[in-house]
């Protein structure tokens, strides 16, 4: 019994499996419509055909009755005599629906409805049938009680005629097993034998379902059904067929009942008593089917008597197109209730199994071999007390185990595509409900991510795009009227980032409508009046996040019933995701996930608050500051009753660990000039969603990775903790839920802020930049593009090397040449003596070192440099940083003056003789307009400058001797983007080679800008990748 | 035999004596050090303790009684509830002892305010009243309303 379950389970697990991917092969086959792809109806039909064998064998006949039916179908597609017209695939949908639900709940199979969808498959069938194949209905032959016997091919019946010792008549075969066969001694071979001398079995079958008890044993028969085409006239079909009277009925050519040959072998009529309800009933069928009798009653004279013999029948008429409307209408209704029912369903324990690559497995194994090799040696050496042999035995454990983590986690992977292809369903559906019109495109399925995930993020995602599906996309009429593509596109992508994995969400709908937005959080109260004057359009786009949102205007069936995209946010964030929102008006929204790759084993920080240990999670973790004890005062400043602390240009609240972990702390003293603080402060600044604060800790400790476990029921409701972690030692440590924390201290974005922010805006009109701050000699500060750099080494002095009159590192077993800034630039001299750091970089296709005295920090910020007063060799500008005057080092310029050959070597400079290049460079901000020039200058082209897109364009449509672009992306008026546009949809510049250049990179916005039409999409600030590409699209590519 | 007797885990709390019934009985662990204290859990809360890697919250039974003087657990008993594993911080464990079922009394008072359906009812274990605390039920306790 066991064993069987067992094979049932495995068999319903695969049929599951089998069914997933049929949802995408059949809207593949819708789109391709008659175009029809073999190979693709031949998948799902092998699909259908296996689950049809399997269900039988485990006698789930409703299952193996539906894929039957649908099989039939895939069958004629697949021989081109069906057309998949969308009701087709509609109803074969339908169906796996069905399938999908049944297997779901074997328990409950026999219960399960599936008339609904039998009826309008069989209906689609043969009401499609026409565009190919001509009218080949299902006839349904019954006997002459009414009950339904066999379901054959109109098409069989014709062919059968052919067949050999077929013939133009049909005739159903009563035997009875019992009666006929065995009493008058004779075996089944036998009459089957006889059969075929006379005829052609078209189709047969027993009836199983009347198999007599016992006790019935007398009265009870075994009918086996038999139909045949013969050439026997009816007359004569008594004497060769030996059975008794009402055992043998006459069929049309369409399958209907005429008559039943009488033992005296006369026909006629089969006088069945009708009750008055049953004739009531047929009323309609009749009406129907008598329309389309005259022409389908080849055979039958007399059209009167073969309805009659109809009605007697109890109206077996033919399904056919005449008779369609009223039940497809029925079944239409009745389905959709199932199919939202089917929504609810649970999923059982099928997928409790996950299935694991054979090579993962067998390296699981061997890990598995080495740490109990590891162990027993481990065991024997500290018997034997060899520390050593214990030593080395250890690291060789904790290296198998680091591997076997790996590998056990990696079974836990699941490919995120089984999640995305069933939005193509969904799209799809919602498409017709909402008359909308779109297409999807889903990339990346095979990102993998882990299982509980991959599994709770199914709804969150659905949510989303029901909610673009209904909010976002317009009509098709609407498209057209704002001059858009009446089809819309979803564009559905996993991809790596950092870490994590993105999930972005993009349609080309209306996008946002701020305005709507910002009206309705003001009447829910969200936000006030005033906080709404000061919010960007994102963040007000962001607004839809919140709880009790909806801009519905009415509640529909598919969004704007309350559960909200706060919901969504939620159940994202509880996964360690962010969410991110950007939206154009009239263009589109895209909606950017990031989740962790797994949730069962995460790095965090370990902390000391009151001296007990607390760990961190460092997916929230931005940064751990220190705040000596006497720059408090100037670093952390207070508002009313709230510390801050300003953090990238943002102020922050700053809260105590305290504050949330003990119940009597000693307020904060604002009178004190450190406000009560006894001791440097390391402040953790941590982002739950996106807010951001900073918890004050004693101390940080360790970073190790950890294993979440929960907490016990009672502790469950403490919301500061997400669980604790058992530490190597044994400990125990409670793990910080940043969210909790923040709403446990009520903990909100200042209000203030935003207006500095702004103002600091105002100022900085520049760019972002990624800068390492370094020092050389005492106190010059020296800012390095972040872009360039490899790597950073802390050495000591006499880890320098020299060769010659150069300097040199060993870098990863390398000798790389080191280059100071004061070796070409005047400035203070590095001291030479005790601890430096070496800034590995990498340009001209070498790694080279900068040797400064001290890495002071990193920073992301918007800077104005001044490139007049400190410029000079090696020096691109100035910029004063938290209050600091910090030069910015150039360092191919460095490299460029102490290794002029280098530079000549990579051949980036133009030759002399070659025609000179006018360059156009466009770019919002002036200093980086005179560094691109002033190095194209250099390299040997021309150039002429714009601050915005449009003025480029202006310019380009005045200026034809512009050979090459170079844009940025961020500019006011016209941005990049808008800009490569238009350029690409000018008929005489839309060749034009144009190179973007950001200094924020990013593989997405790459892939955006090579998309719109950038050639290459390059840092700024590297000069030698520029000049390369410069040289590439200018001279190679014009030769050819 | 084994339907005649039952067998306790007999343990004081201060001078309370209680018995949870040996079938309740996880293991008992003979020391408090590795208790761990949460900051914020509730007063009657004495923390977790890593109990071959599963964390097993600790309630100190004294404080449901209400018992405020210092006196300190001494060992705790993890008993098994339907759900997780639970520890309960004691006074003092006594013994193990077999208590013939006709021996068990339903108990004639509350100790402290304690629910009766916490009690299992008592007996008589050297000329002491022993009371029975049903570990399942006190699972649900939050802390007794005195």
């Keep these: ?110 219960s399960y409805d599936i008339s609904a969808s039998l009826q309008k498959i069989e209906a689609v069938e043969s009401g499609e049938a026409g565009p190919v194949a001509g009218a080949d209905e299902e006839v349904l032959i019954t006997n002459s009680k009414g009950e339904l016997i066999f379901s054959v091919k109109q098409s069989d019946l014709k062919d059968s005629e ?14 009875d097993l019992l009666n006929d066969i065995e009493r008058k001694d004779k075996t089944p071979q036998e009459v089957i034998k006889e059969l075929v001398q006379l005829c052609y079995i078209v189709e047969s079958k ?76 047929l009323d309609a069928a009749l009406a129907a089917a008598s329309t389309e009798l005259g022409s389908k009653s080849k055979e039958v004279k ?103 983590q790996e590998a056990i986690m990696k079974t836990r992977m699941q490919p995120i595509g089984s999640v995305f292809n069933k939005f193509n369903r969904i799209v799809r559906d919602l498409c017709n409900d909402l008359g909308k019109d779109v297409k999807v495109i889903i990339e990346g399925e095979s990102v993998e991510m882990d299982k509980t995930i991959v599994e709770s993020i199914g709804d969150p995602l659905t949510h989303i795009i029901r909610n673009s599906m209904d909010h976002g996309f317009e009509t098709p009429e609407q498209r057209q009227s704002v001059g858009k593509d009446p089809k819309g596109t979803l564009v559905i992508r996993a991809y790596h980032e950092a870490g994590k994995v993105v999930i ?48 519905a205007d009415e509640v529909t069936e598919i969004s704007g019933r309350g559960v909200g995209m706060d919901v969504v946010l939620t159940n994202l964030k509880r996964l360690g995701g962010t969410v991110d929102l950007n939206s154009r008006e009239g263009a589109g929204t895209q909606l950017k996930i990031s989740l962790p790759l797994t949730l069962a084993i995460m790095p965090s920080l370990l902390v000391s608050v009151c001296d007990e240990t607390f760990a961190v999670p460092q997916v929230n973790l931005l940064q751990i500051v220190r705040v000596p004890l006497n720059e408090i005062h100037s670093k952390v400043q207070h508002t009313g009753s709230n510390l801050v602390i300003r953090f990238m240009n943002e102020l922050i609240q700053l809260v105590r660990a305290e504050d949330f972990l003990k119940e009597d702390v000693e307020p904060i003293d604002f009178s004190h000039k450190s406000f009560g603080f006894k001791n440097h402060l390391y402040v953790l600044v941590v982002a739950a969603g996106e807010l951001k604060y900073g918890i004050v800790v004693d101390q940080t400790l360790d970073s190790p990775e950890i294993v979440v476990k929960p907490f016990g029921r009672h502790l469950k409701h403490l919301s500061i ?123 001209m296709g070498r790694h080279l070192g900068l040797l400064v005295n001290e890495v002071i920090d990193s920073v992301e910020l918007v800077v104005d440099f001044d490139e007049t007063t400190h410029k000079q060799t090696g020096i691109l500008g100035s910029a004063f940083i938290d209050d600091h005057l910090v030069l910015l080092v150039d360092l191919f310029g460095i490299v460029a003056a102490c290794k002029p050959e280098w530079v000549n070597k990579t051949g980036v400079h133009v030759q002399a003789h070659e025609q000179k290049h006018k360059i156009l460079v466009i770019d919002d901000s002036s200093f980086f307009v005179n560094q ?96 390369q590409n410069l040289k590439h699209y200018l001279y190679d590519n014009a030769t050819v | 035999m084994s339907e005649k007797y039952r067998s306790f885990v007999v343990f004081r709390i201060k001078d309370l004596y209680c018995a949870f019934d ?125």
């Design chain 1, 162 to 175: 052919n067949e050999f010792k077929g013939g133009p008549n049909l005739y159903l075969l009563t035997y």
């Design chain 1, 504 to 551: 972005e969400i993009l349609d080309d709908g209306r996008g946002v409508n701020i305005e709507k937005v910002s009206e309705k959080a003001f009447e829910a109260g969200i936000v006030t009046e005033h906080t709404l004057e000061k919010m960007s359009e994102k963040e007000i786009a962001n607004l839809i996040f919140m709880p009790g949102f909806s801009t």
């Design chain 1, 1 to 110: 019994m066991d064993e069987d379950d067992e094979i049932l389970d495995l068999f319903l697990e695969e049929s599951l499996e089998d069914l997933e991917g049929i949802e995408t092969d059949l809207l593949e086959i819708e789109k391709n419509g008659a175009d029809i792809d073999v190979e693709q109806v031949n998948k799902v039909f092998r699909a259908m055909h296996t689950i049809k064998g399997g269900s039988s064998f485990f006698g789930l006949t409703k299952v193996k009755d539906l894929t039957h039916v649908a099989e039939s179908i895939l069958d004629r597609v697949r021989k081109f005599q069906l057309v998949p017209t969308p009701e087709i695939v509609q109803s074969l949908l339908e169906a796996i629906d069905h399938l999908v639900n049944m297997i779901n709940n074997p328990s409950d199979m026999d």
């Design chain 1, 302 to 404: 007399d059209p009167v008597a073969e309805l009659l013999g109809e009605v007697t029948k109890d109206a077996q008429f033919v399904k056919s197109p005449g008779s369609q409307p009223l039940p497809k209408v029925v079944d239409k209704s009745t389905a959709k209730q199932e199919k939202k029912s089917s929504f609810k369903a649970k999923k059982p324990t099928a997928s409790e199994n996950v299935r694991v690559n054979v090579a993962l497995l067998e390296s699981l194994m061997s890990l598995a071999g080495e740490l109990v090799l590891a162990r027993n040696q481990l065991l024997q050496a500290s018997e034997e007390e060899r520390i050593a042999d214990m030593k080395s035995a250890s690291q060789q454990v904790n290296m198998v185990t680091s591997q076997l």
């Design chain 1, 932 to 1027: 691109i020039s002033s190095f194209l200058d250099e390299a040997g082209y021309s150039s002429v400058q714009c601050m915005d897109g449009k003025e480029a364009l202006t310019l380009l449509r005045s200026d034809p001797s512009v050979s090459l672009v170079l844009s940025d992306i961020e500019m006011p008026v016209m941005d990049g983007w808008q800009f490569i546009e238009e350029l690409r949809a000018d008929p005489v510049l839309k060749d034009l080679p144009v190179l973007a250049l950001t200094s924020v990179a990013g593989e997405s916005s790459r892939e955006k800008g090579l998309a719109l039409g950038f050639n290459e999409y390059l840092i700024k600030l590297d000069r030698e990748e520029i000049l």
């Design chain 2, 22 to 146: 040996c079938l309740d009985v996880q293991e008992i662990i003979r020391e408090t050090k590795q208790v761990k204290s949460i900051c914020r859990a509730d007063e009657h809360i004495m923390g977790v303790i890593n109990l071959r890697g599963e964390i097993v919250t600790v309630i100190s039974l004294k404080q449901f009684f209400k018992l405020k003087e210092k006196v300190a657990d001494s060992s705790i008993i993890v008993t098994k509830t339907s759900k997780e594993h639970l520890g309960y911080g004691v006074t003092e464990i006594l013994d193990v002892v077999e208590i013939p079922i006709k021996a068990i009394e339903s108990s004639p008072t509350v100790p402290d305010g304690l629910e009766t359906q916490y009690i299992g009812g008592v007996f008589d274990w050297k000329n002491e009243l022993v009371t029975v605390l049903e570990s399942e039920r006190l699972a649900d306790l939050k802390e007794v309303t005195a």
């Design chain 1, 206 to 281: 027993v009836d199983y379902e009347l198999v007599p008890d016992l006790e019935n044993f007398e009265e009870m028969s075994l009918p086996f059904y038999i139909l045949v085409s013969t050439v026997l006239e009816s007359d004569m079909i008594f004497d060769f067929f030996d059975l008794e009277h009402g055992s043998i009925s006459i069929l049309n050519g369409d399958g209907s009942v005429v008559s039943e040959v009488r033992d005296d072998g006369t026909s006629g009529s089969n006088g069945n008593d009708i009750s008055l309800d049953e004739l009531g009933d």
């Design chain 1, 721 to 843: 903790y997400a669980g604790a972690t058992i530490l190597g030692s044994g400990d125990i440590a409670p793990i910080f839920d940043l969210l909790g924390i923040a709403t446990e201290l009520n903990i909100t974005q200042l209000d203030n802020v935003e207006q500095e922010e702004d103002e600091e805006k105002d100022i900085h009109a520049g760019e972002l930049q990624k800068l390492l701050i370094v020092q050389n000699g005492n106190n010059e500060r020296l800012a390095v593009p972040l872009n360039n750099i490899v790597r950073i080494e802390r050495i000591s002095s006499e880890d320098i090397g020299s060769v010659g009159s150069m300097t040199t590192y060993d870098y990863l077993g390398k000798s790389i040449a080191l280059f100071r800034v004061d070796d070409v630039a005047d400035i203070t001299k590095i001291r030479n003596e005790g601890k430096c750091s070496v800034v590995v970089f990498e340009t």
